[in-house]
């Protein structure tokens, strides 16, 4: 009889301390978790998400304070082509996607569709217009569109040099600013980035 | 019996002790009341703050002295506030610069937004005493 109070009391006591463990509301192998996207990553000595990180914060704040921009109120910008000159691949699109974020999040500047979301904005305008399925009044007219005031464009080259087990990579990306009626260049700055890996082991 | 009279002498005492164990808090406006350690760096000191409104935006130089006789690293990344205290703009990345041997190393930030009124300066550095400021 004893044998069986002391199962029991020790089943209780099991369920009253798993009830007590705070359960995660997770289903995982073990093998995966999640990290800090801003983080500094040093994996490699490729171009990476710091790289990509410190380029759209250190352009955009300088672009902010530039004073063709805080000069006119809100005035639309759009973005021209970063071209990628370095001998690795390099999404540039997702470097100026980052700039134009943080610029637009500062409320100062507005965007046109750039080069690359015009036939998507010509396609939904056609749409709407000629395909007779949208009421007339209640459809976006065709030729409406605003031209920018200004175009932003750039390029980011890098140099390697290989000495032994040490690899060195200079990245620098140049952006601008240019008035696009008068073409004059109205802001540039360059962002530098250096980084070297050693594989030598002693 | 004695020794249930004394439990709340006992606690009263540590309680005392806890609060003596602790720094007291930094002084408003002073540059810890701006710095956020994360554990305190041996080398590295945040000796000079100014900020600043340009343009509309809040712009930030912090001046970093490091005293060893070594190369020392540092990571930081601001922290934007509005009037309300409330985060603007998002996290930011953390920034790896390196600070040479006696050398003060000048950190320049411009606020994300016009709605911010106030900052932090989050730094780490990997030679810390491993304690929490």
């Known amino acids: ?202 | 019996m004695n020794l249930f009279k004394n439990i709340p002498l006992a606690i009263a005492l540590s309680v005392l002790c806890a609060c003596a164990s602790q720094n007291p808090p930094p002084r408003p406006g002073s540059i810890n009341s701006k710095v956020e350690q994360l554990s305190e760096m041996s080398y590295l000191q945040v000796t000079d703050l100014r900020a600043v409104k340009r343009n509309h935006l809040l712009t930030v130089q912090a001046e970093i002295n490091n005293t060893d006789s070594d190369n020392q690293q540092l990571y930081y990344r601001f922290k934007w506030l509005d009037a309300a205290g409330f985060t603007v703009g998002g996290e930011e990345a953390w920034k790896p610069v390196l600070v040479y041997a006696y050398q003060k190393q000048t950190l320049s930030a411009v606020a994300p937004s016009p709605q911010v009124t106030d900052f932090k300066l989050v730094v780490q550095s990997p030679d810390n005493t491993g304690e929490l400021p």
């Open chain 1, 1 to 202: 009889m004893e044998k069986y109070s002391n199962a029991f009391k020790a089943t209780t006591l099991m369920l009253i301390l798993s009830g007590c463990a705070t359960q995660s509301p997770t289903l995982s192998s073990g093998n995966v978790e999640y990290g800090d996207s801003k983080t500094v990553e040093t994996l490699t000595n490729e171009f990476g998400s710091t790289d990509l990180q410190t380029i759209a914060e250190s352009m955009s704040s300088s672009l902010l304070q530039s004073p063709a921009l805080f000069g006119k109120s809100r005035p639309l910008v759009t973005v021209a082509e970063v071209k990628n000159r370095t001998s690795e691949y390099i999404d540039t699109k997702s470097i100026t996607d980052s700039i134009r974020a943080k610029i637009l999040k500062s409320g100062m500047v507005r965007f046109a569709v750039d080069t690359s979301a015009m036939q998507t904005q010509v396609d939904e305008l056609t749409r709407q217009n000629q395909t007779g399925l949208y009421k007339k009044s209640k459809s976006k007219k065709m030729g409406n569109m605003e031209g920018a005031d200004f175009r932003i464009e750039g390029t980011i080259t890098s140099i390697v040099k290989r000495a032994g087990d040490v690899k060195d990579v200079y990245y620098k990306f140049s952006l601008q600013l240019v008035d696009n009626e008068s073409g004059v260049m109205e802001w540039a700055d360059e962002k530098e980035i250096r980084k070297t890996s050693n594989k030598s082991m002693f």
